[in-house]
C-alpha cells in the first residue's frame, strides 16, 4: 500500500517551466514503477511518461524534449520537470505508482498554461 499526493501545479504563460511533485508514503517508492498521466476536459486521460525501477524512461510523442521524469528514491519522491510549456499541456496532472499490475493514484495537480 502506499500513498501519493501530487504539489507543484499552477498556473504559467506559455514557454515557462514547472515541476511537479509526487511525494509517497506508507511504502517505499522504489518498489514501484511511477508515471504521470494526465486529463484534459473533453480529454481520456492519457500517458505522459513513465520510470521503471531501474531509471528508464519513456515519454508520449507530445512531451518528448520538453519533459523529463525522475525519481529520487532517498526522499520517496517523482518528479516531472516541464520546460516550454504549451496551452495544450493544460490538465490536471496525476501520478501514479505500479506494483504487480496494480496502480496507485494521487488526486491530481491543476496545470494551466495561459497563451
Known amino acids: 500500500q502506499v500513498q501519493l499526493v501530487e504539489s507543484g501545479g499552477g498556473l504559467v504563460q506559455a514557454g515557462g517551466s514547472l515541476r511537479l511533485s509526487c511525494a509517497a508514503s506508507?511504502?517505499?517508492?522504489?518498489?514501484?514503477?511511477m508515471g504521470w498521466y494526465r486529463q484534459a476536459p473533453g480529454k481520456q486521460r492519457e500517458l505522459v511518461a513513465t520510470?521503471?525501477?531501474?531509471?528508464?524512461?519513456d515519454y508520449a510523442d507530445s512531451v518528448k524534449g520538453r519533459f523529463t521524469i525522475s525519481r529520487d528514491n532517498a526522499k520517496n519522491t517523482m518528479y516531472l520537470q516541464m520546460n516550454s510549456l504549451q496551452p495544450e499541456d493544460t490538465a490536471v496532472y496525476y501520478c501514479d505508482a505500479r506494483l504487480f499490475g496494480r496502480d496507485y493514484w494521487g488526486q491530481g495537480t491543476q496545470v494551466t498554461v495561459s497563451s
Open positions: 506508507g511504502r517505499i517508492l522504489s518498489n514501484y514503477a
Open positions: 520510470i521503471t525501477r531501474s531509471g528508464s524512461t
